[in-house]
C-alpha cells in the first residue's frame, strides 16, 4: 500500500506523527513509498520557513539514513544536497550554537531550528564516510558534499549523538579536517 502525501507532510506536524509514518514505511518497505517520501521533502525544503516541519523532516531522514532503499531514493535528489550545503555553510562565522536561528528567521521556534541543524551537522558527517563511495569506487553525492563544505571552513563532526562512526570513518573526517 502506498502512503499518501497527506500521510507524509502529516508525519511532519510532530513526534507521533513522524512515529506513525515510520512505522507505516517500515512495514510496507516499498521502493515507491520512499521515492514519494523524497519528493514531499524536496518540496517542502523549496518552501520557506516551517521549521517545525522541516525539523521532523530532518528526524526523518536521519532514522532512515541505514536503510538501503531510502538512500537509493535519497541520492537522486540533487537539489537536496544543494539546499543542505547552503544550510551547513548558514552563518559559518557564527559559533555553532547561534548558526541555526538565521537558517529559518526569527518568526521560526529557535528550538526546532537548532534540533533541525544539529540533524544536519551530524547527517553529513554520517554520510559523508558512510556512503563516500559507489560500487564502481567513485566518490557519491554525500562524498562530495561532504568535501566541497570542508573546502568551504565546514567542520564535521566526528563524536556523534545520532550514529555511531567507525574509527575509519572517524579517521576520514580528521583527515578533512586537517586538510583544509
Known amino acids: 500500500m502506498v502512503v499518501t502525501n497527506e500521510e507524509i507532510m502529516e508525519g511532519f506536524l510532530g513526534e507521533d506523527a513522524l512515529q506513525n509514518l515510520v512505522d507505516k514505511l517500515k512495514s510496507e518497505n516499498e521502493v515507491s513509498n520512499f521515492k514519494l517520501v523524497v519528493e514531499r521533502i524536496q518540496d517542502l525544503f523549496a518552501q ?3 521549521s517545525k516541519q522541516k525539523y521532523f523532516a530532518m528526524k526523518l531522514i536521519m532514522l532512515f539514513s541505514k536503510k538501503q532503499l531510502f538512500i537509493n531514493s535519497f541520492i537522486k535528489a540533487k537539489n537536496l544536497f544543494d539546499i543542505f550545503g547552503e544550510l551547513a555553510l548558514c552563518d559559518k562565522d557564527k559559533p555553532y550554537e547561534e548558526r541555526a536561528y538565521k ?3 526569527a518568526k521560526e521556534d529557535p528550538s526546532f531550528s ?3 541543524y544539529d540533524i544536519l551537522m551530524e547527517c553529513i558527517s554520517y554520510w559523508g564516510t ?3 563511495a559507489d560500487q564502481k569506487g567513485n566518490p557519491t553525492i554525500f562524498a562530495k558534499l561532504l568535501e566541497k563544505l570542508c573546502n568551504q571552513g565546514f567542520k564535521p563532526k566526528i563524536e556523534l549523538q545520532l550514529f555511531e562512526l567507525t574509527e575509519e570513518q572517524k579517521g ?7 586538510a583544509n
Open 130 to 132: 558512510k556512503y563516500a
Open 172 to 178: 576520514e573526517i580528521k583527515k578533512l579536517q586537517y
Open 114 to 116: 537548532q534540533s533541525f
Open 48 to 50: 520557506q520557513g516551517q
Open 103 to 105: 537558517i529559518f528567521g
